[in-house]
């Protein structure tokens, strides 16, 4: 009895976080047959990982499951954009 008051919770916590995935980032030949739904952009980020995390928080944001990154530019402050899918 003592263990479901643990494994409920548990439960309950490993499923709300699968829930709270941001969208993953495609590759150009995998997005065929996606659902296109819009264009995001993200500016200012440091590096390059920065910038696919914004980018991929705003493809959360929109309610996007996946985005394919179309151009990243800069040096110090980088900028760029992507295709958001359903």
């Known amino acids: 009895m003592k263990s479901i008051k643990f494994i409920a919770p548990a439960l309950i916590l490993s499923l709300a976080s699968f829930a709270s995935v941001a ?17 995001i952009s993200a500016s200012n980020a440091g590096t390059l990982t920065e910038l696919e995390n ?6 959360k944001a929109a309610g996007a499951k996946s985005f394919l990154i179309t151009s990243a530019t800069g040096n110090n402050k980088m900028h760029g954009t992507a295709i958001i899918y359903r």
Do not use: D
């Open 54 to 59: 914004a980018l991929a928080q705003q493809a």
């Open 23 to 39: 969208a993953t980032q495609v590759q150009s030949n995998q997005s065929t047959g996606l659902n296109e739904i819009g264009v």
